[in-house]
């Protein structure tokens, strides 16, 4: 942890802040021509959600923007899925597979369907998302679920990302 907010203490005009530590990494890029955008750039691609929705609402933006509630057991973290998740997504990468990739974090997978379409705001792609899983849908869309990522790919590699996730035991 390298900085934020996480003393106990910390009050801004007599109102807490709610802790936020930050972490640092580096990393090696070894060809940079292998980097994937977050965005959706070309008409006519696949968009595949790797990983698995769950209905853990607790701590998303969501109940706050919502309901205004700071309440709830934040997501759970799996580091194997985690891990396979990451390998599957390096490999498609390494594969040149991939057109796009972003995880769902802050917002669940509706915020980051709508970031993705929206892009640097000039090139702005209306996507057309079906979605066929079974919990409710503010479940389904707001979720901060941990260990998702949506991709996108033309569709001649979508049996291919497909395939290196099923080999990784992701969800897709």
């Not at 390298?2 to 802790?19: H, K, L, M, Q, W």
């Amino acid at each position: 942890v390298t900085g934020g907010n996480v003393s106990f203490y910390n009050e801004t005009d007599g109102r807490a802040i709610y802790p936020t530590p930050v972490i640092g990494m580096v990393g090696v890029i070894d060809d940079a021509s292998k980097i994937v955008g977050q965005t959706f750039l070309t008409e006519g691609d696949d968009i595949v959600l790797l990983g698995e929705n769950t209905e853990e609402i607790g701590g998303s933006e969501y109940l706050y923007v919502a309901k205004r509630l700071v309440a709830g057991t934040p997501p759970k973290v799996d580091l194997g899925k985690e891990r396979a998740l990451q390998q599957a997504v390096l490999m498609m990468t390494h594969g040149r597979h991939l057109n796009s990739a972003r995880d769902c974090s802050d917002g669940g997978l509706a915020c980051t369907l709508a970031e993705c379409a929206i892009g640097d705001g000039e090139a702005a792609i209306g996507i057309d998302v079906t979605l066929d899983d079974d919990l409710p849908p503010i479940a389904t869309l707001f979720a901060e679920s941990q260990g998702r990522i949506v991709v996108s790919c033309a569709p001649d590699q979508t049996a291919e990302v497909v395939r290196i996730a099923k080999k990784h035991d992701v969800p897709a």
